[in-house]
């Protein structure tokens, strides 16, 4: 039982400098095994449950001792050999209980601090993604400023055309009323003439009726 007891504390000590000293790939083979002893928690617990029953078992078998050669004055050299065994044993136990649950707290720290690193560098990766679409959206927002201005200038241009497009055709619209006006007031001055020349033809024809009249 002591000799498997050494065993078992000696397997953990290693495991755990294993888990604290990074040795080539031993450190993520052992983690890798942990991952697959922790996914048969019950046998792990059963095992746990049944050191702590033993070491609590030994206690009592020792404070038995210790009564028993407190009645008698003295312990017999079978009594010693049986306190230090169950000494030895109960202390073996707890501190084999205790290396395991270190090795159970640092592979779970350890496998944390590898997500959060493993995370870290896909959030790394992403934060570079977003800079560079950020340069690109500054990029494409210089080139739509471009854009706007050239557009307003454009318009700009445009707009003065127009302006001087209207201009004209106000021009034009008043010449058009201005020949209007003056082809109106020929034709009233035609018309006055036509009036005038008939009233003189009219005047003519009396004239030549008075002149034929004096003849005969």
């Not at 302006?163 to 082809?183: G, R």
Request: charged content about 25%; some cysteine; glycine content about 4%.
């Amino acid at each position: 039982m002591t000799q498997l007891l050494f065993l078992v504390v000696f397997a953990e000590a290693f495991v755990a400098f294993l888990l604290m000293v990074k040795i080539g790939p031993l450190r993520d083979l052992v983690m890798n095994c942990l991952d697959q002893v922790k996914m048969r928690k019950g046998t792990v617990l059963t095992i746990a449950g049944t050191m702590s029953v033993i070491l609590f078992s030994n206690w009592i078998s020792i404070v038995k001792i210790q009564n028993k050669g407190a009645k008698i004055g003295t312990m017999t050299p079978m009594d010693q050999v049986l306190w230090r065994t169950h000494l030895l044993e109960a202390s073996l136990m707890g501190f084999s209980l205790y290396l395991g649950f270190l090795i159970d707290r640092m592979h779970h720290h350890l496998r944390k601090l590898m997500n959060l690193r493993r995370n870290g560098g896909s959030s790394k990766q992403e934060i570079e993604k977003l800079t560079k679409e950020k340069l690109e959206l500054q990029e494409n927002e210089q080139k739509s400023k471009k854009e706007i201005e050239r557009l307003k200038n454009e318009i700009s241009k445009l707009t003065e055309n127009l302006q001087k497009f209207k201009l004209e055709s106000k021009e034009k619209d008043k010449q058009v009323e201005t020949a209007e006006a003056h082809v109106t007031s020929l034709q009233k001055q035609s018309a006055d003439l036509l009036l005038e020349y008939d009233r003189l033809l009219e005047d003519n024809q009396i004239l030549q009726a008075k002149v034929l009249s004096f003849k005969g």
